[in-house]
């Protein structure tokens, strides 16, 4: 859990490329907790954040010796408990205590500088977010999205020539108008009209008879 305050003075917290170095450092709090030789994690020319299982409280003043390598002499300063975090929130996140420098050296500074940059351009990054609030937490991944079904081909020509075909062969082969369900009459065969004409000649010869 990490907790940030705000500025005493009304100020916003400064804010400067910083690089993870780490560095030994010796610390003296305020509170009478002394705190070394302890290792930061990240460092910046304004302040670093220093690896602890114990950090003390927010608003807490401390005086610390900062150790730089191909340095003779530590840096001195006096800086201010900015943030603190109680519990490891993942690999790159242990518990510690973010401080903001507020005494140093103008050389003191400056060889900070120079060191974050260095460090920066052996690691091929550009100026990152500085130490003095806590590092956000990754972004939740957006939810996946259904995937988008797709849209069905148009039928072909053989798909289109298939149902006419198939109601063809229901119809039995029947052409249009010749069968007693096209409600047409179909036309009488010639044995059927010799039985007519044959029939008409008997009734005339009874009618002669009969006169």
């Known amino acids: 859990m ?3 305050p ?5 100020s916003s917290l400064r804010r400067a490329p910083r690089a993870q170095l780490e560095l030994e450092v010796r610390l003296e709090f305020d509170t009478g907790k002394k705190l070394g030789p302890a290792i930061t994690a990240d460092v910046s020319a304004s302040g670093m954040y220093v690896q602890t299982l114990d950090p003390p409280p927010v608003g807490a003043l401390v005086r610390f010796e900062l150790d730089l390598p191909r340095r003779r002499e530590p840096i001195r300063g006096h800086g201010e408990v900015a943030w603190i975090r109680v519990r490891p929130e993942g690999p790159d996140r242990p518990p510690g205590v973010g401080i903001r ?3 140093l050296d103008p050389e003191g500074r400056q060889a900070l500088e120079r060191a974050v940059l260095v460090r920066l351009g052996e690691r091929g990054q550009g100026a990152e977010p500085a130490w003095d609030s806590p590092p956000p937490r990754p972004p939740r991944p957006p939810a996946p999205r259904p995937a988008a079904r797709p849209a069905a081909p148009p039928p072909s020509s053989r798909e289109i020539e298939a149902p006419r075909r198939s109601d063809r062969s229901a119809g039995g082969g029947r052409r249009e108008g010749t069968g007693p369900e096209s409600g047409k009459p179909a036309g009488a065969s010639p044995r059927q009209l010799a039985i007519l004409l044959a029939l008409l000649l008997v009734l005339l010869l009874l009618l002669v008879r009969a006169l």
């Open 101 to 103: 420098f507020r005494a």
């Open 6 to 10: 705000g500025s005493s003075d009304g």
């Open 2 to 4: 990490s907790r940030e």
